[in-house]
Each structure stands twice: as structure tokens, then as C-alpha cells.
């Protein structure tokens, strides 16, 4: 990154990303290193730089995370076509144990019903682990 470092500086002072300054290494100039070594340059470049991790801790049953988003293609048994679906997955907090269902529609009736579902499974999941 030495060999680079006045181009890097000037990327970084107008506001260019690092992923964006490696592409341009690589295409422009060459650079056969990997992106994580002009991370760590920039990193180096501002040590006061705060940490992009923040770790949470929850107490047993304080919290879930929930989410619906895009699952596989799935053969429709009765048109015999292929149909988009969705994933609703619910993470217990503490444990970090998750509950995952297959949807084909993303709407208030389906968000409940995967949360009486993931309940469910939470509550036999509790269980299993006492």
C-alpha cells in the first residue's frame, strides 16, 4: 500500500470509500492486494476511528429480532411452476437460537401467524434447553 499512499489519501479526502479505492487500485494501478489490506491502511491512516461493531447483550426472554426476506425458487406442487418465496425468521436474542419459516406472501396475516409459529417453537426450544 506504501507504493500508493499520496493516490489513497487524496481518494480518502474526497470522501471515496474503500471498497471503491480498492476497484480503482486494482483497474488503474495494478494492485494485486487484497481489499482488507486498504482497510487496514485507511483504519491506520485515523485510529481514533470508532469501532464498527457495538455488542449486544439481552437477559433470557427480554428480546427477539425478526424479519421477513427473500427465500428460493420452490416448485408449486399444484401449478407445477416455479414461485418466488419468502423467509420469516425470528432470532431469540439471548441464546441466538432462530425459528425459520417458509412464505409465499409477506403481509400482516402472514407476520402474525410466523410469530404464533416462531412462539411456538421458542417455547419448545426453552424446553429442550432447561
Given amino acids: ?14 470522501g471515496i470509500q474503500g471498497t471503491t479505492i480498492h476497484k480503482a487500485l486494482v483497474r488503474n494501478h495494478g ?10 491502511f485507511l483504519q491506520a491512516l485515523d485510529p481514533r476511528a470508532p469501532a464498527a461493531t ?3 447483550e439481552f437477559a433470557p426472554g427480554e428480546a427477539t429480532q425478526v424479519d421477513f426476506g427473500a427465500g428460493p425458487w ?3 406442487e399444484r401449478s407445477g411452476e416455479l ?4 423467509a420469516f ?3 431469540l436474542c439471548h441464546s441466538r437460537h432462530q ?12 407476520w402474525l401467524e410466523c410469530h404464533r409459529h416462531a412462539s411456538a ?10
Wanted: charged share 20%; glycine share 6%.
Fill in 83 to 86: 414461485c418466488k418465496s419468502g
Fill in 74 to 76: 420452490l416448485l408449486d
Fill in 99 to 110: 425459528c425459520a419459516e417458509i412464505i409465499w406472501r409477506q403481509g400482516v396475516s402472514s
Fill in 1 to 14: 500500500m506504501e507504493a500508493f499512499r499520496e493516490q489513497v489519501l487524496a481518494w480518502r479526502e474526497a
Fill in 31 to 40: 494492485y494485486s492486494g487484497s481489499y482488507s489490506a486498504v482497510r487496514r
Fill in 121 to 130: 417453537c421458542s417455547a419448545s426450544i426453552g424446553r429442550a434447553i432447561r
Fill in 54 to 56: 457495538v455488542i449486544l
Fill in 89 to 91: 425468521v425470528m432470532t
